[in-house]
């Protein structure tokens, strides 16, 4: 037990006079409180260091960028190597590995040890791996680094312990599998060519032994060059000379013929009777044109030759298409008897392999499956049936189908929300798939026995939604929502309205759900929220659609000239709400006013007509942000929902509006600085006044690609299509600032101007000597942005002005550069920030941690802040002490450049609603509304909610701004409560009930609220509750309604926090955070004590940062690839029942019988010879390779196993117990067996005795 003693709160109030960012800050900023009676808290913490580790678990997904293919066809297990070094292994469904090589090569080639439990692997940096598959979390046992030469192909016979592998030069080496050493046998290019030929053959391309004889060796040499050689004489059987570049060779199984791909299109068939000419040569698809010659195609990259004992054989290759016909897509062409199909392919062809019943390559192979790795899926055909259809996919590799831009993480949901989710979604799932079961069914996999309901979202660039179950470390998707559907489809053709449609306007930003309610909302990258109510039945509904103007007008600025030294502040009314139904706004996103700016309209038009909906989440309410005097909305930063109080609140860098969902109005919107009331913690400046406002419609339209230059588009993943920026690089344009609503740009008053050079766009890291030396010093924070808050070029800062959008400029004169600048992130009209394509690497040391944390958080958030992390250093922060030190820059700032226009901008970063205590006098609890902005400022909202059902269907909820004001360093990121008891209060929630069912008229429908109120369980110490605030720099816990500072921990000084949860582990609650720098850490609650900091990710970039997410039950995950899921831990708990969760790759399987060819067929040389490879490669025979050629790396193979053995002693001892009771029960049956054979052999020989005695004397004519 541990007590934490609270002190009198008067110790710990600040005064006017206190540092306001000290930990031990209380009340709103500069009001001194009387010190109320002391109070004693116990909590018991139960959590300690030994119940955190972190570990992977499970990777969901496709494989990222693929490049080889292999499989197993006893264990029928797969594998998948990728260009980043990884190593997918699939079975059945729930077995599903990846490994990674740790020096990150490309992997080239992949070969099973067919039932051996082994794979190897060969990659770019010319190293060949052994994987030992034998144990849950495969691990390499040995590593053969090629010193000289380049490893291009490898061969690896059934049953045979002798790699062959081919090289760059054309030479053969031959490595034993067992010891991973290289033999002294080796197959020299210009021995295996005619010493008359001229030219050196090329790389080997290809490697295989003869099915007829196991002593003969194939090699295929890319220029063309066939050898077969002779392995016990050491010589060439044939050569052949083609005039075509060979892609690939396959054997058919009687091993007299071969077929040849080549690089014009063309399949050869070759006869080993006569190797001077091909037997036969085609082009599938090059047809005879009208001048009697054949159509250019494409090369063929791989051909399989398979033959079937009831039908024709089957030929299958890759590519081979014509030239001619532009727009086709990549084909895989299915050959069988004189039927040719071609099966077009969405992505283009990596690898395939067909699937045969035998692993003899000697015997009648009998495909039934050909399984295709494409680019970006997996597909499996089914070669049984005449219409060739795919296998269902059981895995989920659809994940990326459309780029993903955020995800959401539920541990222990409710029960029934994934059945239901599921039938709802199983009605529309596709048809027209192969009724026969999936072929990739290897390994085993049992439902573990800690396993509990889990649900991951995921949002896509095209505006849908997906479900997933991933209870138990599986993933399977449950239901699809599109919510495009609730938008009219933009209409191109109508002026320049092609140029202004956004090509991702439905992109999902960010989402959030609440399990027990079902109420669920979505906020999009146009600037749109959309709130969904589920229900079992279909119906028809007119989408109720609500637009909010939550924008500073021109009228709430004061110019100098009207009130020149007197601070003045807009007031409050001056941003009320203004709701519009979207019938009074016909003009479509793409119109404008007559004066030629768009103002008041959304960036999307909601349908307008009734639509029937089917069952699952339908839509409820649309909220839209409006255009502003020709400005687009700023993007949506923050969002909660609480389904108890039927409220809706949001903010962006301009305010907050909080949206009564059952009534459909607005019950609040106004601008941050609004929201302070009489308490504002910081003096402020007047106001600058507005420029004469000008169109910026035609620069908004452009998007991101403002932003960067042609000439330095960063390398971009495979959906470059959707997020590549390509527009033109503007110019420079420095000016002064042109309104108080997008403040970004210095002025430039001073007769000295500053020139920067064009490599400020091109690299960040790159800065001109006037900007560098702002580092060190830490200038004005508007300064920041021409630091390292750009990505070539791109203004990223999340913390500092955003960019006015569009604004014609002031140039500095007619030879200084020129700064065009809008404000990044602004919707609409630009591609969507997809998550999976963010690849921007930050710097996470001391010096660069403030430019990193704004590159960071600017993409995180998609739009611009203000945040100053030293506000807390002063009594009371004034931003003329800042400008003096700004002057020093050689720059002088005009006095109508008013930092009062920042903090217009200080956005809203989180919110949560929950019942606390808005002011200090509160006895009791009431509904409030926390809110977090990006100056570390916590305000509480007190709001009155009609408690009777039909007051609240009628009344007005009403909101009081003046609650209180708390301070933290960095930008607010999460609220969490907690009892006095230390235990986690949850939101209340509505209790879900379905809208659309059919009414019983003897019940009525009321609504059912859950509430957990602080003060129910608050027995022993009063009333009050414990709040825990987490910013990016530190952490803190308050004492409700007090407002005093408990504890407080300052989590990082070098770098910054992206994402923190208050989760619950181990029957426990504690804080996980993660930051910039890939620390991942907890901390317990409420005394913040550090229980673990892992450097989990060296290098962090925008796609992790955007899509990290903690959960419940001490788990997380990330986007760890554009295609990949990565789910981690960080409980000693599931780390120790992990190995249990995983599946088994290896399965004991006796290897099938070779057919008996029979004896006439043997004797006419049909059989196969077999030979001792060990005589040949053999040290004895062969002896050593140079040691100069490769070098053997032994792996961790054996440590690893000897660590899972460990990891899970009680469950090792258990099965070892049983498998020696097992050993002991075969040792006896085997005794006894011996026994009986020792007795039937003693009668035997004493029968054999007596009849040598009884024949002894006989002739050989009386037999």
Not at 550 to 569: G, R
Request: a neutral charge.
């Amino acid at each position: 037990m541990k007590k934490f003693r609270k002190v009198l709160d008067g110790l710990t109030t600040s005064s006017p006079g206190a540092t306001v960012g000290s930990p031990s800050c209380g009340s709103a900023a500069g009001t001194p409180t009387a010190a109320p009676t002391p109070k004693e808290i116990d909590v018991q913490e139960t959590l300690v260091s030994e119940n955190f580790q972190l570990c992977k678990t499970v990777r969901h997904g496709f494989p990222y960028q693929p490049t080889a293919l292999a499989f197993d066809p006893v264990q029928k297990i797969l594998a998948i190597g990728s260009r980043s070094g990884g190593v997918r292994i699939l079975g059945r469904p729930g077995v599903d590995c990846y490994c990674q090589h740790e020096s990150g090569a490309a992997v080239l080639q992949l070969q099973f040890l067919i039932n051996e439990g082994a794979l190897v692997s060969a990659c770019a940096d010319d190293t060949l791996h052994l994987w030992n598959l034998r144990q849950r979390r495969p691990a390499i046992l040995h590593s053969l680094k090629f010193n000289r030469e380049r490893i291009t192909f490898c061969h690896l016979p059934f049953q045979s312990k002798w790699l062959y592998v081919g090289t760059e030069r054309g030479n053969t080496h031959i490595v034993n599998i067992e010891s991973f050493v290289l033999s002294g046998y080796v197959i020299m290019w210009n021995k295996a060519i005619e010493l008359s030929t001229k030219t050196h053959p090329g790389p080997v391309v290809h490697l295989s032994d003869s099915p007829k004889d196991e002593g003969k060796l194939l090699i295929g040499f890319e220029s063309g060059t066939i050898v077969q050689w002779d392995l016990r004489g050491k010589k060439a059987d044939f050569r052949i000379y083609y005039d075509e570049a060979i892609h690939s060779v396959s054997w058919h199984h009687e091993g007299k013929q071969f077929m040849c791909s080549h690089s014009d299109g063309s399949l050869t068939l070759w006869n080993l009777r006569n190797t001077t000419k091909p037997f036969q040569v085609t082009f599938p698809h090059g047809k005879i044109q009208k001048d009697a010659r054949k159509e250019s195609c494409k090369p063929i990259l791989k051909v399989e030759y398979k033959t079937c004992r009831n039908s024709e054989p089957f030929v299958i290759f890759s590519g081979g298409l014509s030239y001619d016909k532009a727009g086709r897509r990549p084909a895989l062409t299915i050959m069988h008897g004189k039927a040719i199909t071609v099966l077009e392919m969405d992505y283009p062809i990596v690898e395939f392999m067909v699937l045969c019943e035998t692993p003899y390559n000697n015997e009648v192979q009998e495909p039934y499956a050909v399984v295709v790795l494409l680019e970006k899926d997996l597909i499996v055909v089914d070669l049984t049936q005449s219409n060739y259809p795919v296998f269902e996919n059981p895995y989920p590799m659809d994940i990326h189908e459309s780029p993903v831009t955020c995800t959401a993480y539920f541990a222990d949901c409710p029960p029934d929300i994934i059945p239901i989710l599921y039938s709802i979604g199983a009605k529309h799932k596709k048809t027209g798939y192969s009724q026969k079961e999936w072929p990739i069914s290897g390994g085993t996999w049992t439902l573990g026995s800690h396993t509990y309901p889990e649900i991951i979202i995921t949002g896509h660039a095209d505006g849908s939604i997906k479900f997933w179950d991933a209870s138990a470390i599986t993933l399977q998707m449950l239901y699809k929502m599109k919510t495009s559907k609730v938008f009219e489809k933009p209409k191109p053709g109508e002026g320049r309205a092609a140029e202004l449609v956004e090509e991702d306007p439905f992109a999902i930003q960010m989402v959030s759900w609440c399990p027990q309610s079902r109420m669920f909302c979505v906020v999009g990258i146009s600037a749109h929220i959309i709130l969904y109510r589920f229900s079992k039945y279909d119906a028809n509904t007119q989408i109720v659609s609500l637009e909010v103007r939550l924008q500073c007008d021109s009228d709430d600025v004061i110019s100098p000239s009207e009130n020149e030294n007197n601070p003045s502040f807009s007031e409050p009314s001056s941003h009320s709400p203004q709701p519009h139904h979207q019938h009074q706004h016909p003009a479509s996103p793409g119109s404008r006013t007559p004066e030629g700016i768009k103002d008041s309209i959304p960036c999307l038009k909601v349908k307008d007509r009734a639509v029937r909906v089917p069952p699952g989440y339908q839509s409820e309410l649309v909220i839209q942000l409006l255009w502003v005097d020709g400005e687009p909305p700023q993007q949506i930063t923050s969002l909660d929902i609480n389904s108890a109080y039927g409220l809706l609140a949001f903010g962006n860098c301009n305010g907050l509006a909080v949206v009564d969902y059952l009534q459909k109005t607005v019950i609040l919107c106004m601008s941050t600085l609004d929201l302070y009331g009489s308490t504002d913690p910081y003096q402020r400046l007047t106001r600058s006044p507005r420029r004469n406002r000008q169109s910026t419609s035609e620069f908004c339209m452009r998007g991101l690609s403002n932003f960067y230059s042609d000439s330095k588009k960063r390398i971009r993943t495979s959906y470059q299509s959707l997020t590549e920026l390509t527009d033109n690089q503007q110019s420079i344009d420095m000016e002064r600032n042109k309104s108080p609503t997008s403040v970004c740009v210095c002025s430039v008053g001073s007769p000295v101007p500053v020139h920067y050079p064009t490599s400020l766009h091109n690299d960040p890291r790159v800065l001109p000597e006037p900007v560098a030396s702002l580092r060190a010093s830490h200038c004005s924070p508007v300064f920041y942005l021409l630091d390292n808050d750009h990505v070539n070029g791109h203004c990223t800062s999340p913390t500092s002005q955003p960019c006015s959008a569009g604004k014609p400029r002031i140039p500095m004169g007619p030879e200084g550069p020129r700064l065009t600048r809008r404000g990044p992130g602004r919707p609409p009209f630009r591609k969507a920030q997809s998550a999976a394509c963010m690849e921007i690497s930050l710097p996470v040391s001391h010096t660069e941690g403030h430019a990193s944390r704004r590159a960071m958080l600017q993409q995180l958030h998609g739009v611009t802040m203000y945040s100053h992390d030293e506000h807390h250093s002063t009594t009371s922060y004034c931003w003329s002490d800042r400008e003096s030190r700004e002057n020093s820059f050689t720059r002088s700032r005009s006095s109508s450049v008013s930092s009062i226009d920042r903090d217009t901008k200080e956005a809203v970063t989180t919110l949560q609603f929950g019942e606390s205590y808005g002011r200090k006098n509160d006895v009791l609890p009431t509904p409030c509304l926390w809110v977090g902005t990006s100056l570390g400022v916590v305000l509480l909202i007190p709001m009155s909610i009609p408690t009777d059902q039909e007051e609240r269907m009628e009344e007005p909820v009403t909101m009081g701004v003046s609650g209180a004001v708390l301070m933290l360093k960095g930008s607010v990121l999460r609220f969490s409560f907690l009892d006095c008891m230390g235990a986690l209060i949850q939101p209340p929630y509505e209790v879900w009930r379905d809208h659309n069912a059919p009414e019983d008229p003897d019940r009525l429908r009321r609504r059912k609220l859950v509430h957990f109120s602080p003060s129910s369980s608050q027995d022993a110490c009063g009333d009050g509750h414990l709040a825990v605030v987490c910013s990016e720099r530190q952490a803190k816990v308050f004492l409700m309604p007090s407002q005093s500072c408990l504890f407080v921990h300052n989590i990082t000084e070098s770098s910054f926090v992206l994402r923190a949860d208050v989760v619950s582990v181990c029957n426990s609650v504690c804080l996980a955070c993660f930051c910039a720098n890939g620390h991942v850490m907890t901390l317990s609650l409420p005394s913040l004590r550090p229980l673990m900091d892992v450097n989990y990710l060296p290098l962090t970039d925008m796609r992790i940062a955007r899509t990290f997410y903690f959960t419940n039950g001490g788990q997380a995950l990330y986007l760890s690839s554009p295609t990949e899921v990565q789910r981690i831990t960080y409980s000693q708990e599931m780390c120790d029942n992990l190995q249990e969760m995983l599946g088994e790759l290896f399965t004991p399987i006796e290897t099938p019988e070779a057919q008996n060819r029979g004896f006439l067929k043997g004797f006419f040389g049909g059989n196969a010879h077999t030979f001792d490879r060990e005589e040949l490669f053999g040290e004895a025979a062969a002896g050593k390779a140079s040691r100069s050629l490769a070098q053997h790396i032994p792996g961790q193979g054996g440590v690893e196993g000897m660590k899972v053995a460990a990891s899970g002693v009680v469950g090792e001892l258990a099965r070892a117990r049983i498998a020696l009771d097992e050993r002991g029960q075969r040792l006896g049956e085997l005794e006894e067996r011996t026994a009986l054979m020792m007795t039937s052999a003693e009668s035997f020989s004493k029968h054999a005795h007596e009849l040598m005695l009884k024949c002894k004397d006989k002739k050989w004519y009386q037999f």
